[in-house]
């Protein structure tokens, strides 16, 4: 029997059958083949951090009120980075670009070994020829550092400070390097400053050793960098970004925040140099391109540098879990973030 990974509460992860839904028409049956973990957004759901526990989102007015009828425990199949074999489909009308059974298809239907799903949600998402298929479980996670290299509105010969070398950061990396940016990386881990070299970074710097913003002086001739990335979600690192930029510089806030702004002081270097943040988020595009690009296409030129060799997705794949140990993942996720860069979840 397919299974399905909850959490239950808060850091207790469990992997339990999941009932089996019947095929209606205009819908499509994949077994997922693997799945990856999203460090930074499932981890606020598997620590209980994430705002939609405590507060209610209302799509009208976009704002969080509150209440407590968003996300409740357990939360089952969390999770955007699936790739699976379409073993059924049931169309209404057949169209172009609609997968057959036994082609390999990439989407978001979370942690579970089997989705039923209307066939638009995969309509032209069929794994593209030659590419890995745990490749194509980036496609959402690319996307995510897509969008925040294009806010940075980056020109040629720029200096690009990114903070956080996980996998979006590393990813963001190598993007900035493709757009012709000079990229500074910047972490607190050895390991992961080292792979920011692999992918295109031309600087590291140790946050945990070094001022950055004093070292970002160093490196422009005084100036600070044109533009900085913050994709790490930690506010000491946005308050670093914000130091690290040039009078009148760009901050895109990538991260995903918890919390209050703790070790964020927008008295300093925000005011005094006229910093302008900007926010970089998946459910929408940067506004000045969103009449040429939308999540689709994020998600598509993603996977074309992919399939040309451009990005290597697959050569930050640390680990390969079955998904009956997905507690293990997490845990280590959590508690030992040094060890692995991307963990995938494999379903039998």
């Known amino acids: ?75 089952a199949g969390l999770g955007y980075s699936e790739v699976g074999e379409v073993v059924e489909v049931l169309a209404d009308e057949p169209q172009d670009g609609d997968p057959i059974p036994g082609q390999q298809v990439w989407g978001i239907w979370g942690h579970r070994g089997e989705a039923v799903l209307p066939i638009e949600k995969v309509r032209g998402c069929v794994v593209p020829p030659g590419l890995d298929p745990v490749a194509a479980t980036f496609a959402r996670v690319g996307a995510v550092a897509l969008n925040g290299v294009l806010a940075a509105d980056i ?44 992918y295109g970074a031309t600087h590291v ?17 005084g100036r600070g960098a044109d533009v900085a990335i913050e994709i790490s979600g930690h506010y000491p690192a946005l308050h670093d970004a914000i130091r690290a930029v040039a009078v009148d510089g760009r901050v895109v806030a990538s991260g995903f925040y ?60 640390t680990h390969v879990i079955a998904v009956e140990e997905a507690a293990e993942a997490f ?9 692995a860069l991307q963990v995938v979840l494999k379903f039998s």
């Open 205 to 221: 710097v140790d946050a945990a050793a070094t001022d950055v913003g004093i070292a970002l002086r160093g490196l422009t001739d």
């Open 155 to 198: 020109h040629l010969s720029e200096v690009v400070v990114i903070f956080g070398q996980g996998v979006l950061g590393l990813l963001a990396t190598r993007l900035a390097q493709l757009s012709g940016a000079t990229v500074v990386a910047v972490d607190t881990l050895p390991a992961r400053l080292e792979k920011a070299k692999e």
């Open 331 to 339: 845990a280590m996720l959590d508690h030992r973030p040094q060890e």
């Open 258 to 317: 918890q919390g209050d702004g703790a070790g964020l002081r927008l008295g300093d270097e925000f005011h005094h140099n006229r910093v302008r943040i900007v926010s970089s988020q998946i459910g929408g595009v940067p506004p000045e391109l969103a009449g040429r690009w939308n999540q689709a296409r994020l998600n598509q030129a993603f996977l074309n540098l992919a399939q040309q060799g451009a990005v290597d997705p697959v050569g930050l794949v």
């Open 1 to 75: 029997m397919p299974q399905i990974v909850q959490f239950t509460s808060p850091r207790h992860v469990e992997v339990v059958d999941q009932p089996h839904v019947e095929l209606r028409p205009g819908q499509v049956r994949v077994r997922t083949s693997y799945s990856g973990i999203s460090a930074g957004t499932e981890l606020t759901a598997y620590r209980g951090t994430n705002p939609y526990l405590n507060r209610d989102w209302d799509p009208d007015l976009r704002l969080f009120v509150e209440g407590s009828s968003g996300l409740n425990y357990p939360v």
